[in-house]
C-alpha cells in the first residue's frame, strides 16, 4: 500500500514542467524530488512514468509516490506494544509508555518504538519507514509523532519550535516554583567529564522553557512545561537549575524507585498542521499511573 500525491492538470497550468508542478503545486522539496524521480512508479503522468523536464496537458493526472519502496534505515521489525493515538496514511501518533526508547542503540536494537513500528507496518501492509518527527528520553511518556514518509517528516520538522508546532510537557516536581509561572532563560551544554549529564553554562546554547504551576501536590507541584527550543534534557535540566528538579530524576535530583522509576515527565499535549492537508491536529493523554500516584 503506497502513499500517492496527485495533482490534475488545469489549462492554467497546462505546459509547465513536471518539477515545477511538484515543488510549487504540490509542495515537494527538490530533495524529495530527486529521491523519487529514479524509482520505476516514482513520477506517473495518466499511469505512466515521465521525466521531471516533460510538460504535460490540461487534464492529464501527475502523481508522485511518497511513502518508501525500501526500508533504508536499518531497524529491524520487532514485535511490542503500540499504543495509537492517530494515523492516516502520512503520520502516525503514539502514546509512549514511560522505560521505552524511541530509537534502537546499544542495548536497545530490538525493543523500541522504531521497531515495533516497523513491525505494525509489516503486519498491516504499510510501506514506511521510521520518520520520526521529534524525540522523547527514554523514561518520557506521551505523545509522540512519527512520519510516514519523507516528505511528511521533512514538513513537520520545519514546523518544529514555531506556533505550527506545539509541545506541553506535564512534570512533577520537588517543591513548588516561585513565581508560579514564568520563563527559564538559561544556556545549555554538555557537563564536562560526563557522557549523558547536560549543564547550565555560559558558552551553551541559548534554551528557553516556559512553565506554570498547575496545582500543589503536598511538598510537590504539577506544572506544565513548554520547550521553545529543543535541547537534550532540557526541561530536567532547567528545572534543577530553579531548585526544583523533577520527582524520580536520577541524574539531575534524587532517584527513589519506591516514588516513581524515572523522571516524572510526560508528553501530554501535542498539536501541529498536517503536512498534507494543513489542518490543524490537536491531542492530549492524561497522566500515566505512576504519575498520578505521586499527589497521594
Known sequence: MSRRLELTVTPELAG?????????HLGLSGTVVRRVKWLEDGILLDGVRVHTDFRPAAGQVLSARLSDPERNSGIISAPGPLDIVYEDGDLIVLNKAPGVPVHPGPGHFDD??????????EK?????????????????????AAAKHPHAQEVLKKQLHTEGFRRVYLAVCEGVPDPPAGVIDAPLGPKPGSLMEQMVRPDGKPARTRYGVLRRWGGRALASLELETG?????????????HPLTGDFLYGTEDRELIGRPALHSGYLSFLHPITKERLQFSVPLPEDMARLKL
Open 124 to 144: 498491516t501492509g504499510q510501506e514506511g519507514d521510521f520518520h520520526p518527527v521529534h524525540r522523547l528520553d527514554r523514561g518520557t511518556s506521551g505523545l509522540l
Open 231 to 243: 535541547r537534550t534534557h532540557q526541561i530536567r535540566v532547567h528545572m534543577a537549575h530553579i531548585g
Open 16 to 24: 509547465v514542467r513536471v518539477d515545477t508542478l511538484l515543488r510549487k
Open 112 to 121: 523500541t518504538l522504531g521497531n515495533f513500528l516497523m513491525d505494525y507496518y
